[in-house]
C-alpha cells in the first residue's frame, strides 16, 4: 500500500494524539469518554462528529465517516496514505527517510515547507543572539526588568535581533538561502543598489507561530522609547494575520479544557498572564480582530473574554470583538480593568488570584455596552434615549437565544424607563427570527445505524476476550466475509498476545472506506457493548450471520438456476453456496 515501513505507521499513529489533530479543524467538547463537534465533512448544526481518544478514532454519525488519525488527516487535507503519515509525521517530529529526489523536483517542492525552513533558521538564530551573544545582553536585562524567566523565554521562543544590517542577511546567504524567499516572508528587504539588508535591527523578537507551532513570522519591539515600539513581519505565503492570533499554539490545550479563550491586545500581556499560569490566552498584537480569528477561536472555545487595555483604543477594539462575536453567535464577555491599568501591569500589581476573581466578574458583551452607552450617553434626555435604543437594538436582534434576548430587554426597559413592548419592536424590525432550521437540528433524532453482524462481532472481540476466545475456536475464516478477515486476525493477535487492541491500527486493515466507517460507529461509542452477556452476544451474532448467509444462499440458488451449467460463471456458483453452507453447519 505504501513505501512507509508499518513500524513507522504505527510510530506515527500512536505520537500524533487524534484529539489535538482533529483539533486543529474541529472545535471540541468533552461528552463522557467521548469529544464532539459539528462534523467538517458535512454541514451540520447539531455535533454529531465524535472522537474517542482513548481508542484513537473519529466517526460521524451523521454523514459515516469514522478512522483513525491518519484517515482524518488524509479526508481534511486531501493527501493519501502515505502523504498523511508523513504530514502527521512532521508534525510529532518523526523522521520519515524519503527516497531521493531530482534536482528538479527538489525545485518544484513546495516554496511553503522553503519559507517554514527558513523562518526556524531565523528563529535559531535570534535565540542564540539573545540568549548567548554579547550583543543580547541588553535584550536579556531588558526582559529581567520586566520580569520574563528562562522558561518563558524558552517557551516563546523569544530572540533579539542585534543592531546590524546583515546579521540575518549573511546567516542565510552562508547557508545559500533564497534571499528572494527571505524578502517574501518581510525578514530582509532589497536594497536599491541591489542586495539585501535585515528587516528587523536591535529588537527582541517575538516569534508568531500558526496553530501547528511552526514559526511563521515575528513581532519585534525597540528596548527603549524609540518609534515604531513595534515592527511586524508583513503577510506572506504562510502567513495570514486574518487567521493567526498570537500564542494559540501554546493556548489550544487549555482553551479546550477550559472552554474559554481569553483574547489581549500585546505580546507583554499574554506573556504575563502565561507566567501568571493562565494559559488560555491569546494576543490580536496591532492586528484588528476579523472573523476568521472568531472562527478559529471557536474550534477550541465555546466563549471569549476580551481583557483590553482601559484606554480608547482598547474601549474599539472590545466593541470590535463584541460585534463580532455576536454575528457568530459566539457568547463573549468583557473583563474591565481601572483606567491606565493593562493586563500585564495588572497582573504584577495583583497577582493571578485577582485576575481570577475578575474573570469571573466579567460581564457580558452586551451588558458590558449598555452599561458604557449609558454612562457616555446618559439617561436624562429623550436623545440620549434614542441613541441608546439606536445603538443596542441591531446588536439585540443578534442575540440567538430568546430568553437571554428578553432578559437583556427587561433590564434595558428599566434603566431606560422605555416600554418593553416598544423595545421588542424596535428590535423586531432589524431582528432575524429564529430559523426553524435550528429547531430542526435541536430535535433531530441520531439514527442509529442497522447493526451488522460481523462488525459487532469484531468490536465485541475487542472488548471481551471471551467473545475472541469463540471466534478463534469457529475459526475466524468461518464467520467473517474477506474483507473483515485480516482485522479480526489482528485483534486476535493482540488478545493471544494479552495486549490491548489498538483500534485505529485495525481500522486500517479495513478495506473500503464505507466499511471503515461502520466499523468507527461502533468502536466510537461503545456503551452498547457494556455489560453485554458475550454467550449471548456471540450467539445473537451467529444467528444473525446464518440469516444472512441464508439469504444469500438463496440468492446465489436464483442466480446458479439462470446460469447455463457449461459457463465458469456457474462452478464459482456452486463453490460459493458451498462455502456457505459449510459455514452455516460450522456456526450452529
Ligand atoms: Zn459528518
Known sequence: MSLIPDDKIREVRERASILDVVSDYVSLRKSGANYQGLCPFHGEKTPSFNVNPARGIFHCFGCGVGGNVVTFV????????????????????????????????????????????????????????????????????????????????????????????????????????????????????????????????????????????????????VLDDSLPKYINSPESPIYR???????????????????????????????????????????????????????????????????????????????????????????????????????????????????????????????????????????????????????????????????????YVREMSRVLGVDARSLVRRIGGSGSPVSPAAHRGAAQVRRQRGADPEEMLLSLMGRYPEVAGMVKNHGPGRIFRERLLPAAGAILERVAAGKPVEWGEILDLVEGAEERGRLAAFLVNDEHLVDVDVHKAFEQCCTALERNSLGRVKELARELAATDPDVPRYRELLAEIDALRNRKSQLS
Not at 528587504?189 to 529588537?203: E, I, M, P
Not at 498570537?246 to 479544557?257: C, D, H, I, P, T
Not at 481601572?338 to 501591569?345: C, L, R, V
Open 241 to 407: 494575520k486574518s487567521e493567526v492570533l498570537f500564542g494559540v499554539s501554546l493556548a489550544k490545550g487549555a482553551m479546550r479544557e477550559t472552554g474559554a479563550a481569553i483574547v489581549v491586545e500585546g505580546y507583554f500581556d499574554h506573556l504575563a498572564l502565561y507566567q501568571a499560569g493562565v494559559r488560555n490566552v491569546v494576543a490580536t498584537c496591532g492586528t484588528a480582530m476579523t472573523e476568521g480569528h472568531i472562527k478559529l477561536l471557536k474550534r477550541y472555545a465555546g466563549k471569549v473574554y476580551t481583557l483590553f487595555d482601559a484606554d480608547g483604543a482598547g474601549n474599539k477594539a472590545t466593541l470590535r470583538a463584541m460585534d463580532l462575536c455576536l454575528d457568530a453567535g459566539f457568547p463573549v464577555h468583557v473583563v474591565e480593568l481601572t483606567a491606565g491599568e493593562d493586563p500585564d501591569s495588572f497582573i504584577r500589581k495583583e497577582g493571578s488570584e485577582a485576575f481570577s476573581s475578575r474573570l469571573a466578574r466579567a460581564r457580558s458583551g452586551l451588558d458590558y455596552f449598555f452599561r458604557q452607552l449609558v454612562r457616555d450617553e446618559g439617561t436624562a434626555t429623550v436623545e440620549g434615549k434614542v441613541k441608546i435604543v439606536d445603538e443596542l437594538a441591531p446588536r439585540l436582534a443578534k442575540v440567538g437565544n430568546d430568553i437571554e434576548r428578553e432578559l
Open 74 to 221: 488524509a479526508k481534511m487535507e486531501g493527501l493519501s496514505f502515505p502523504e498523511a503519515v508523513k504530514f502527521l509525521a512532521k508534525r510529532v517530529g518523526i523522521e520519515i527517510e524519503d527516497r531521493p529526489v531530482s534536482a528538479a523536483e527538489k525545485r518544484r517542492q513546495d516554496e511553503r515547507e522553503e519559507l517554514y525552513g527558513i523562518m526556524e533558521l531565523a528563529v535559531g538564530l535570534y535565540r542564540e543572539a539573545l540568549e548567548r551573544s554579547e550583543e543580547g545582553g541588553a535584550a536579556r536585562r531588558y526582559l529581567e526588568g520586566r520580569g520574563v524567566d528562562g522558561a518563558t523565554a524558552e517557551a516563546y521562543r523569544l530572540g533579539f535581533a542585534p543592531d546590524r544590517w546583515d546579521y540575518l542577511t549573511r546567516h542565510l546567504q552562508h547557508r545559500s538561502v533564497s534571499l528572494d524567499l527571505a524578502e517574501k516572508l518581510g525578514l530582509v528587504r532589497r536594497r536599491d543598489g541591489g542586495g539585501f539588508y535585515d528587516t528587523f535591527r536591535n529588537r527582541l523578537l517575538f516569534t508568531i507561530n500558526d496553530i501547528h507551532g511552526r514559526a511563521i513570522g515575528f513581532g519585534g519591539r
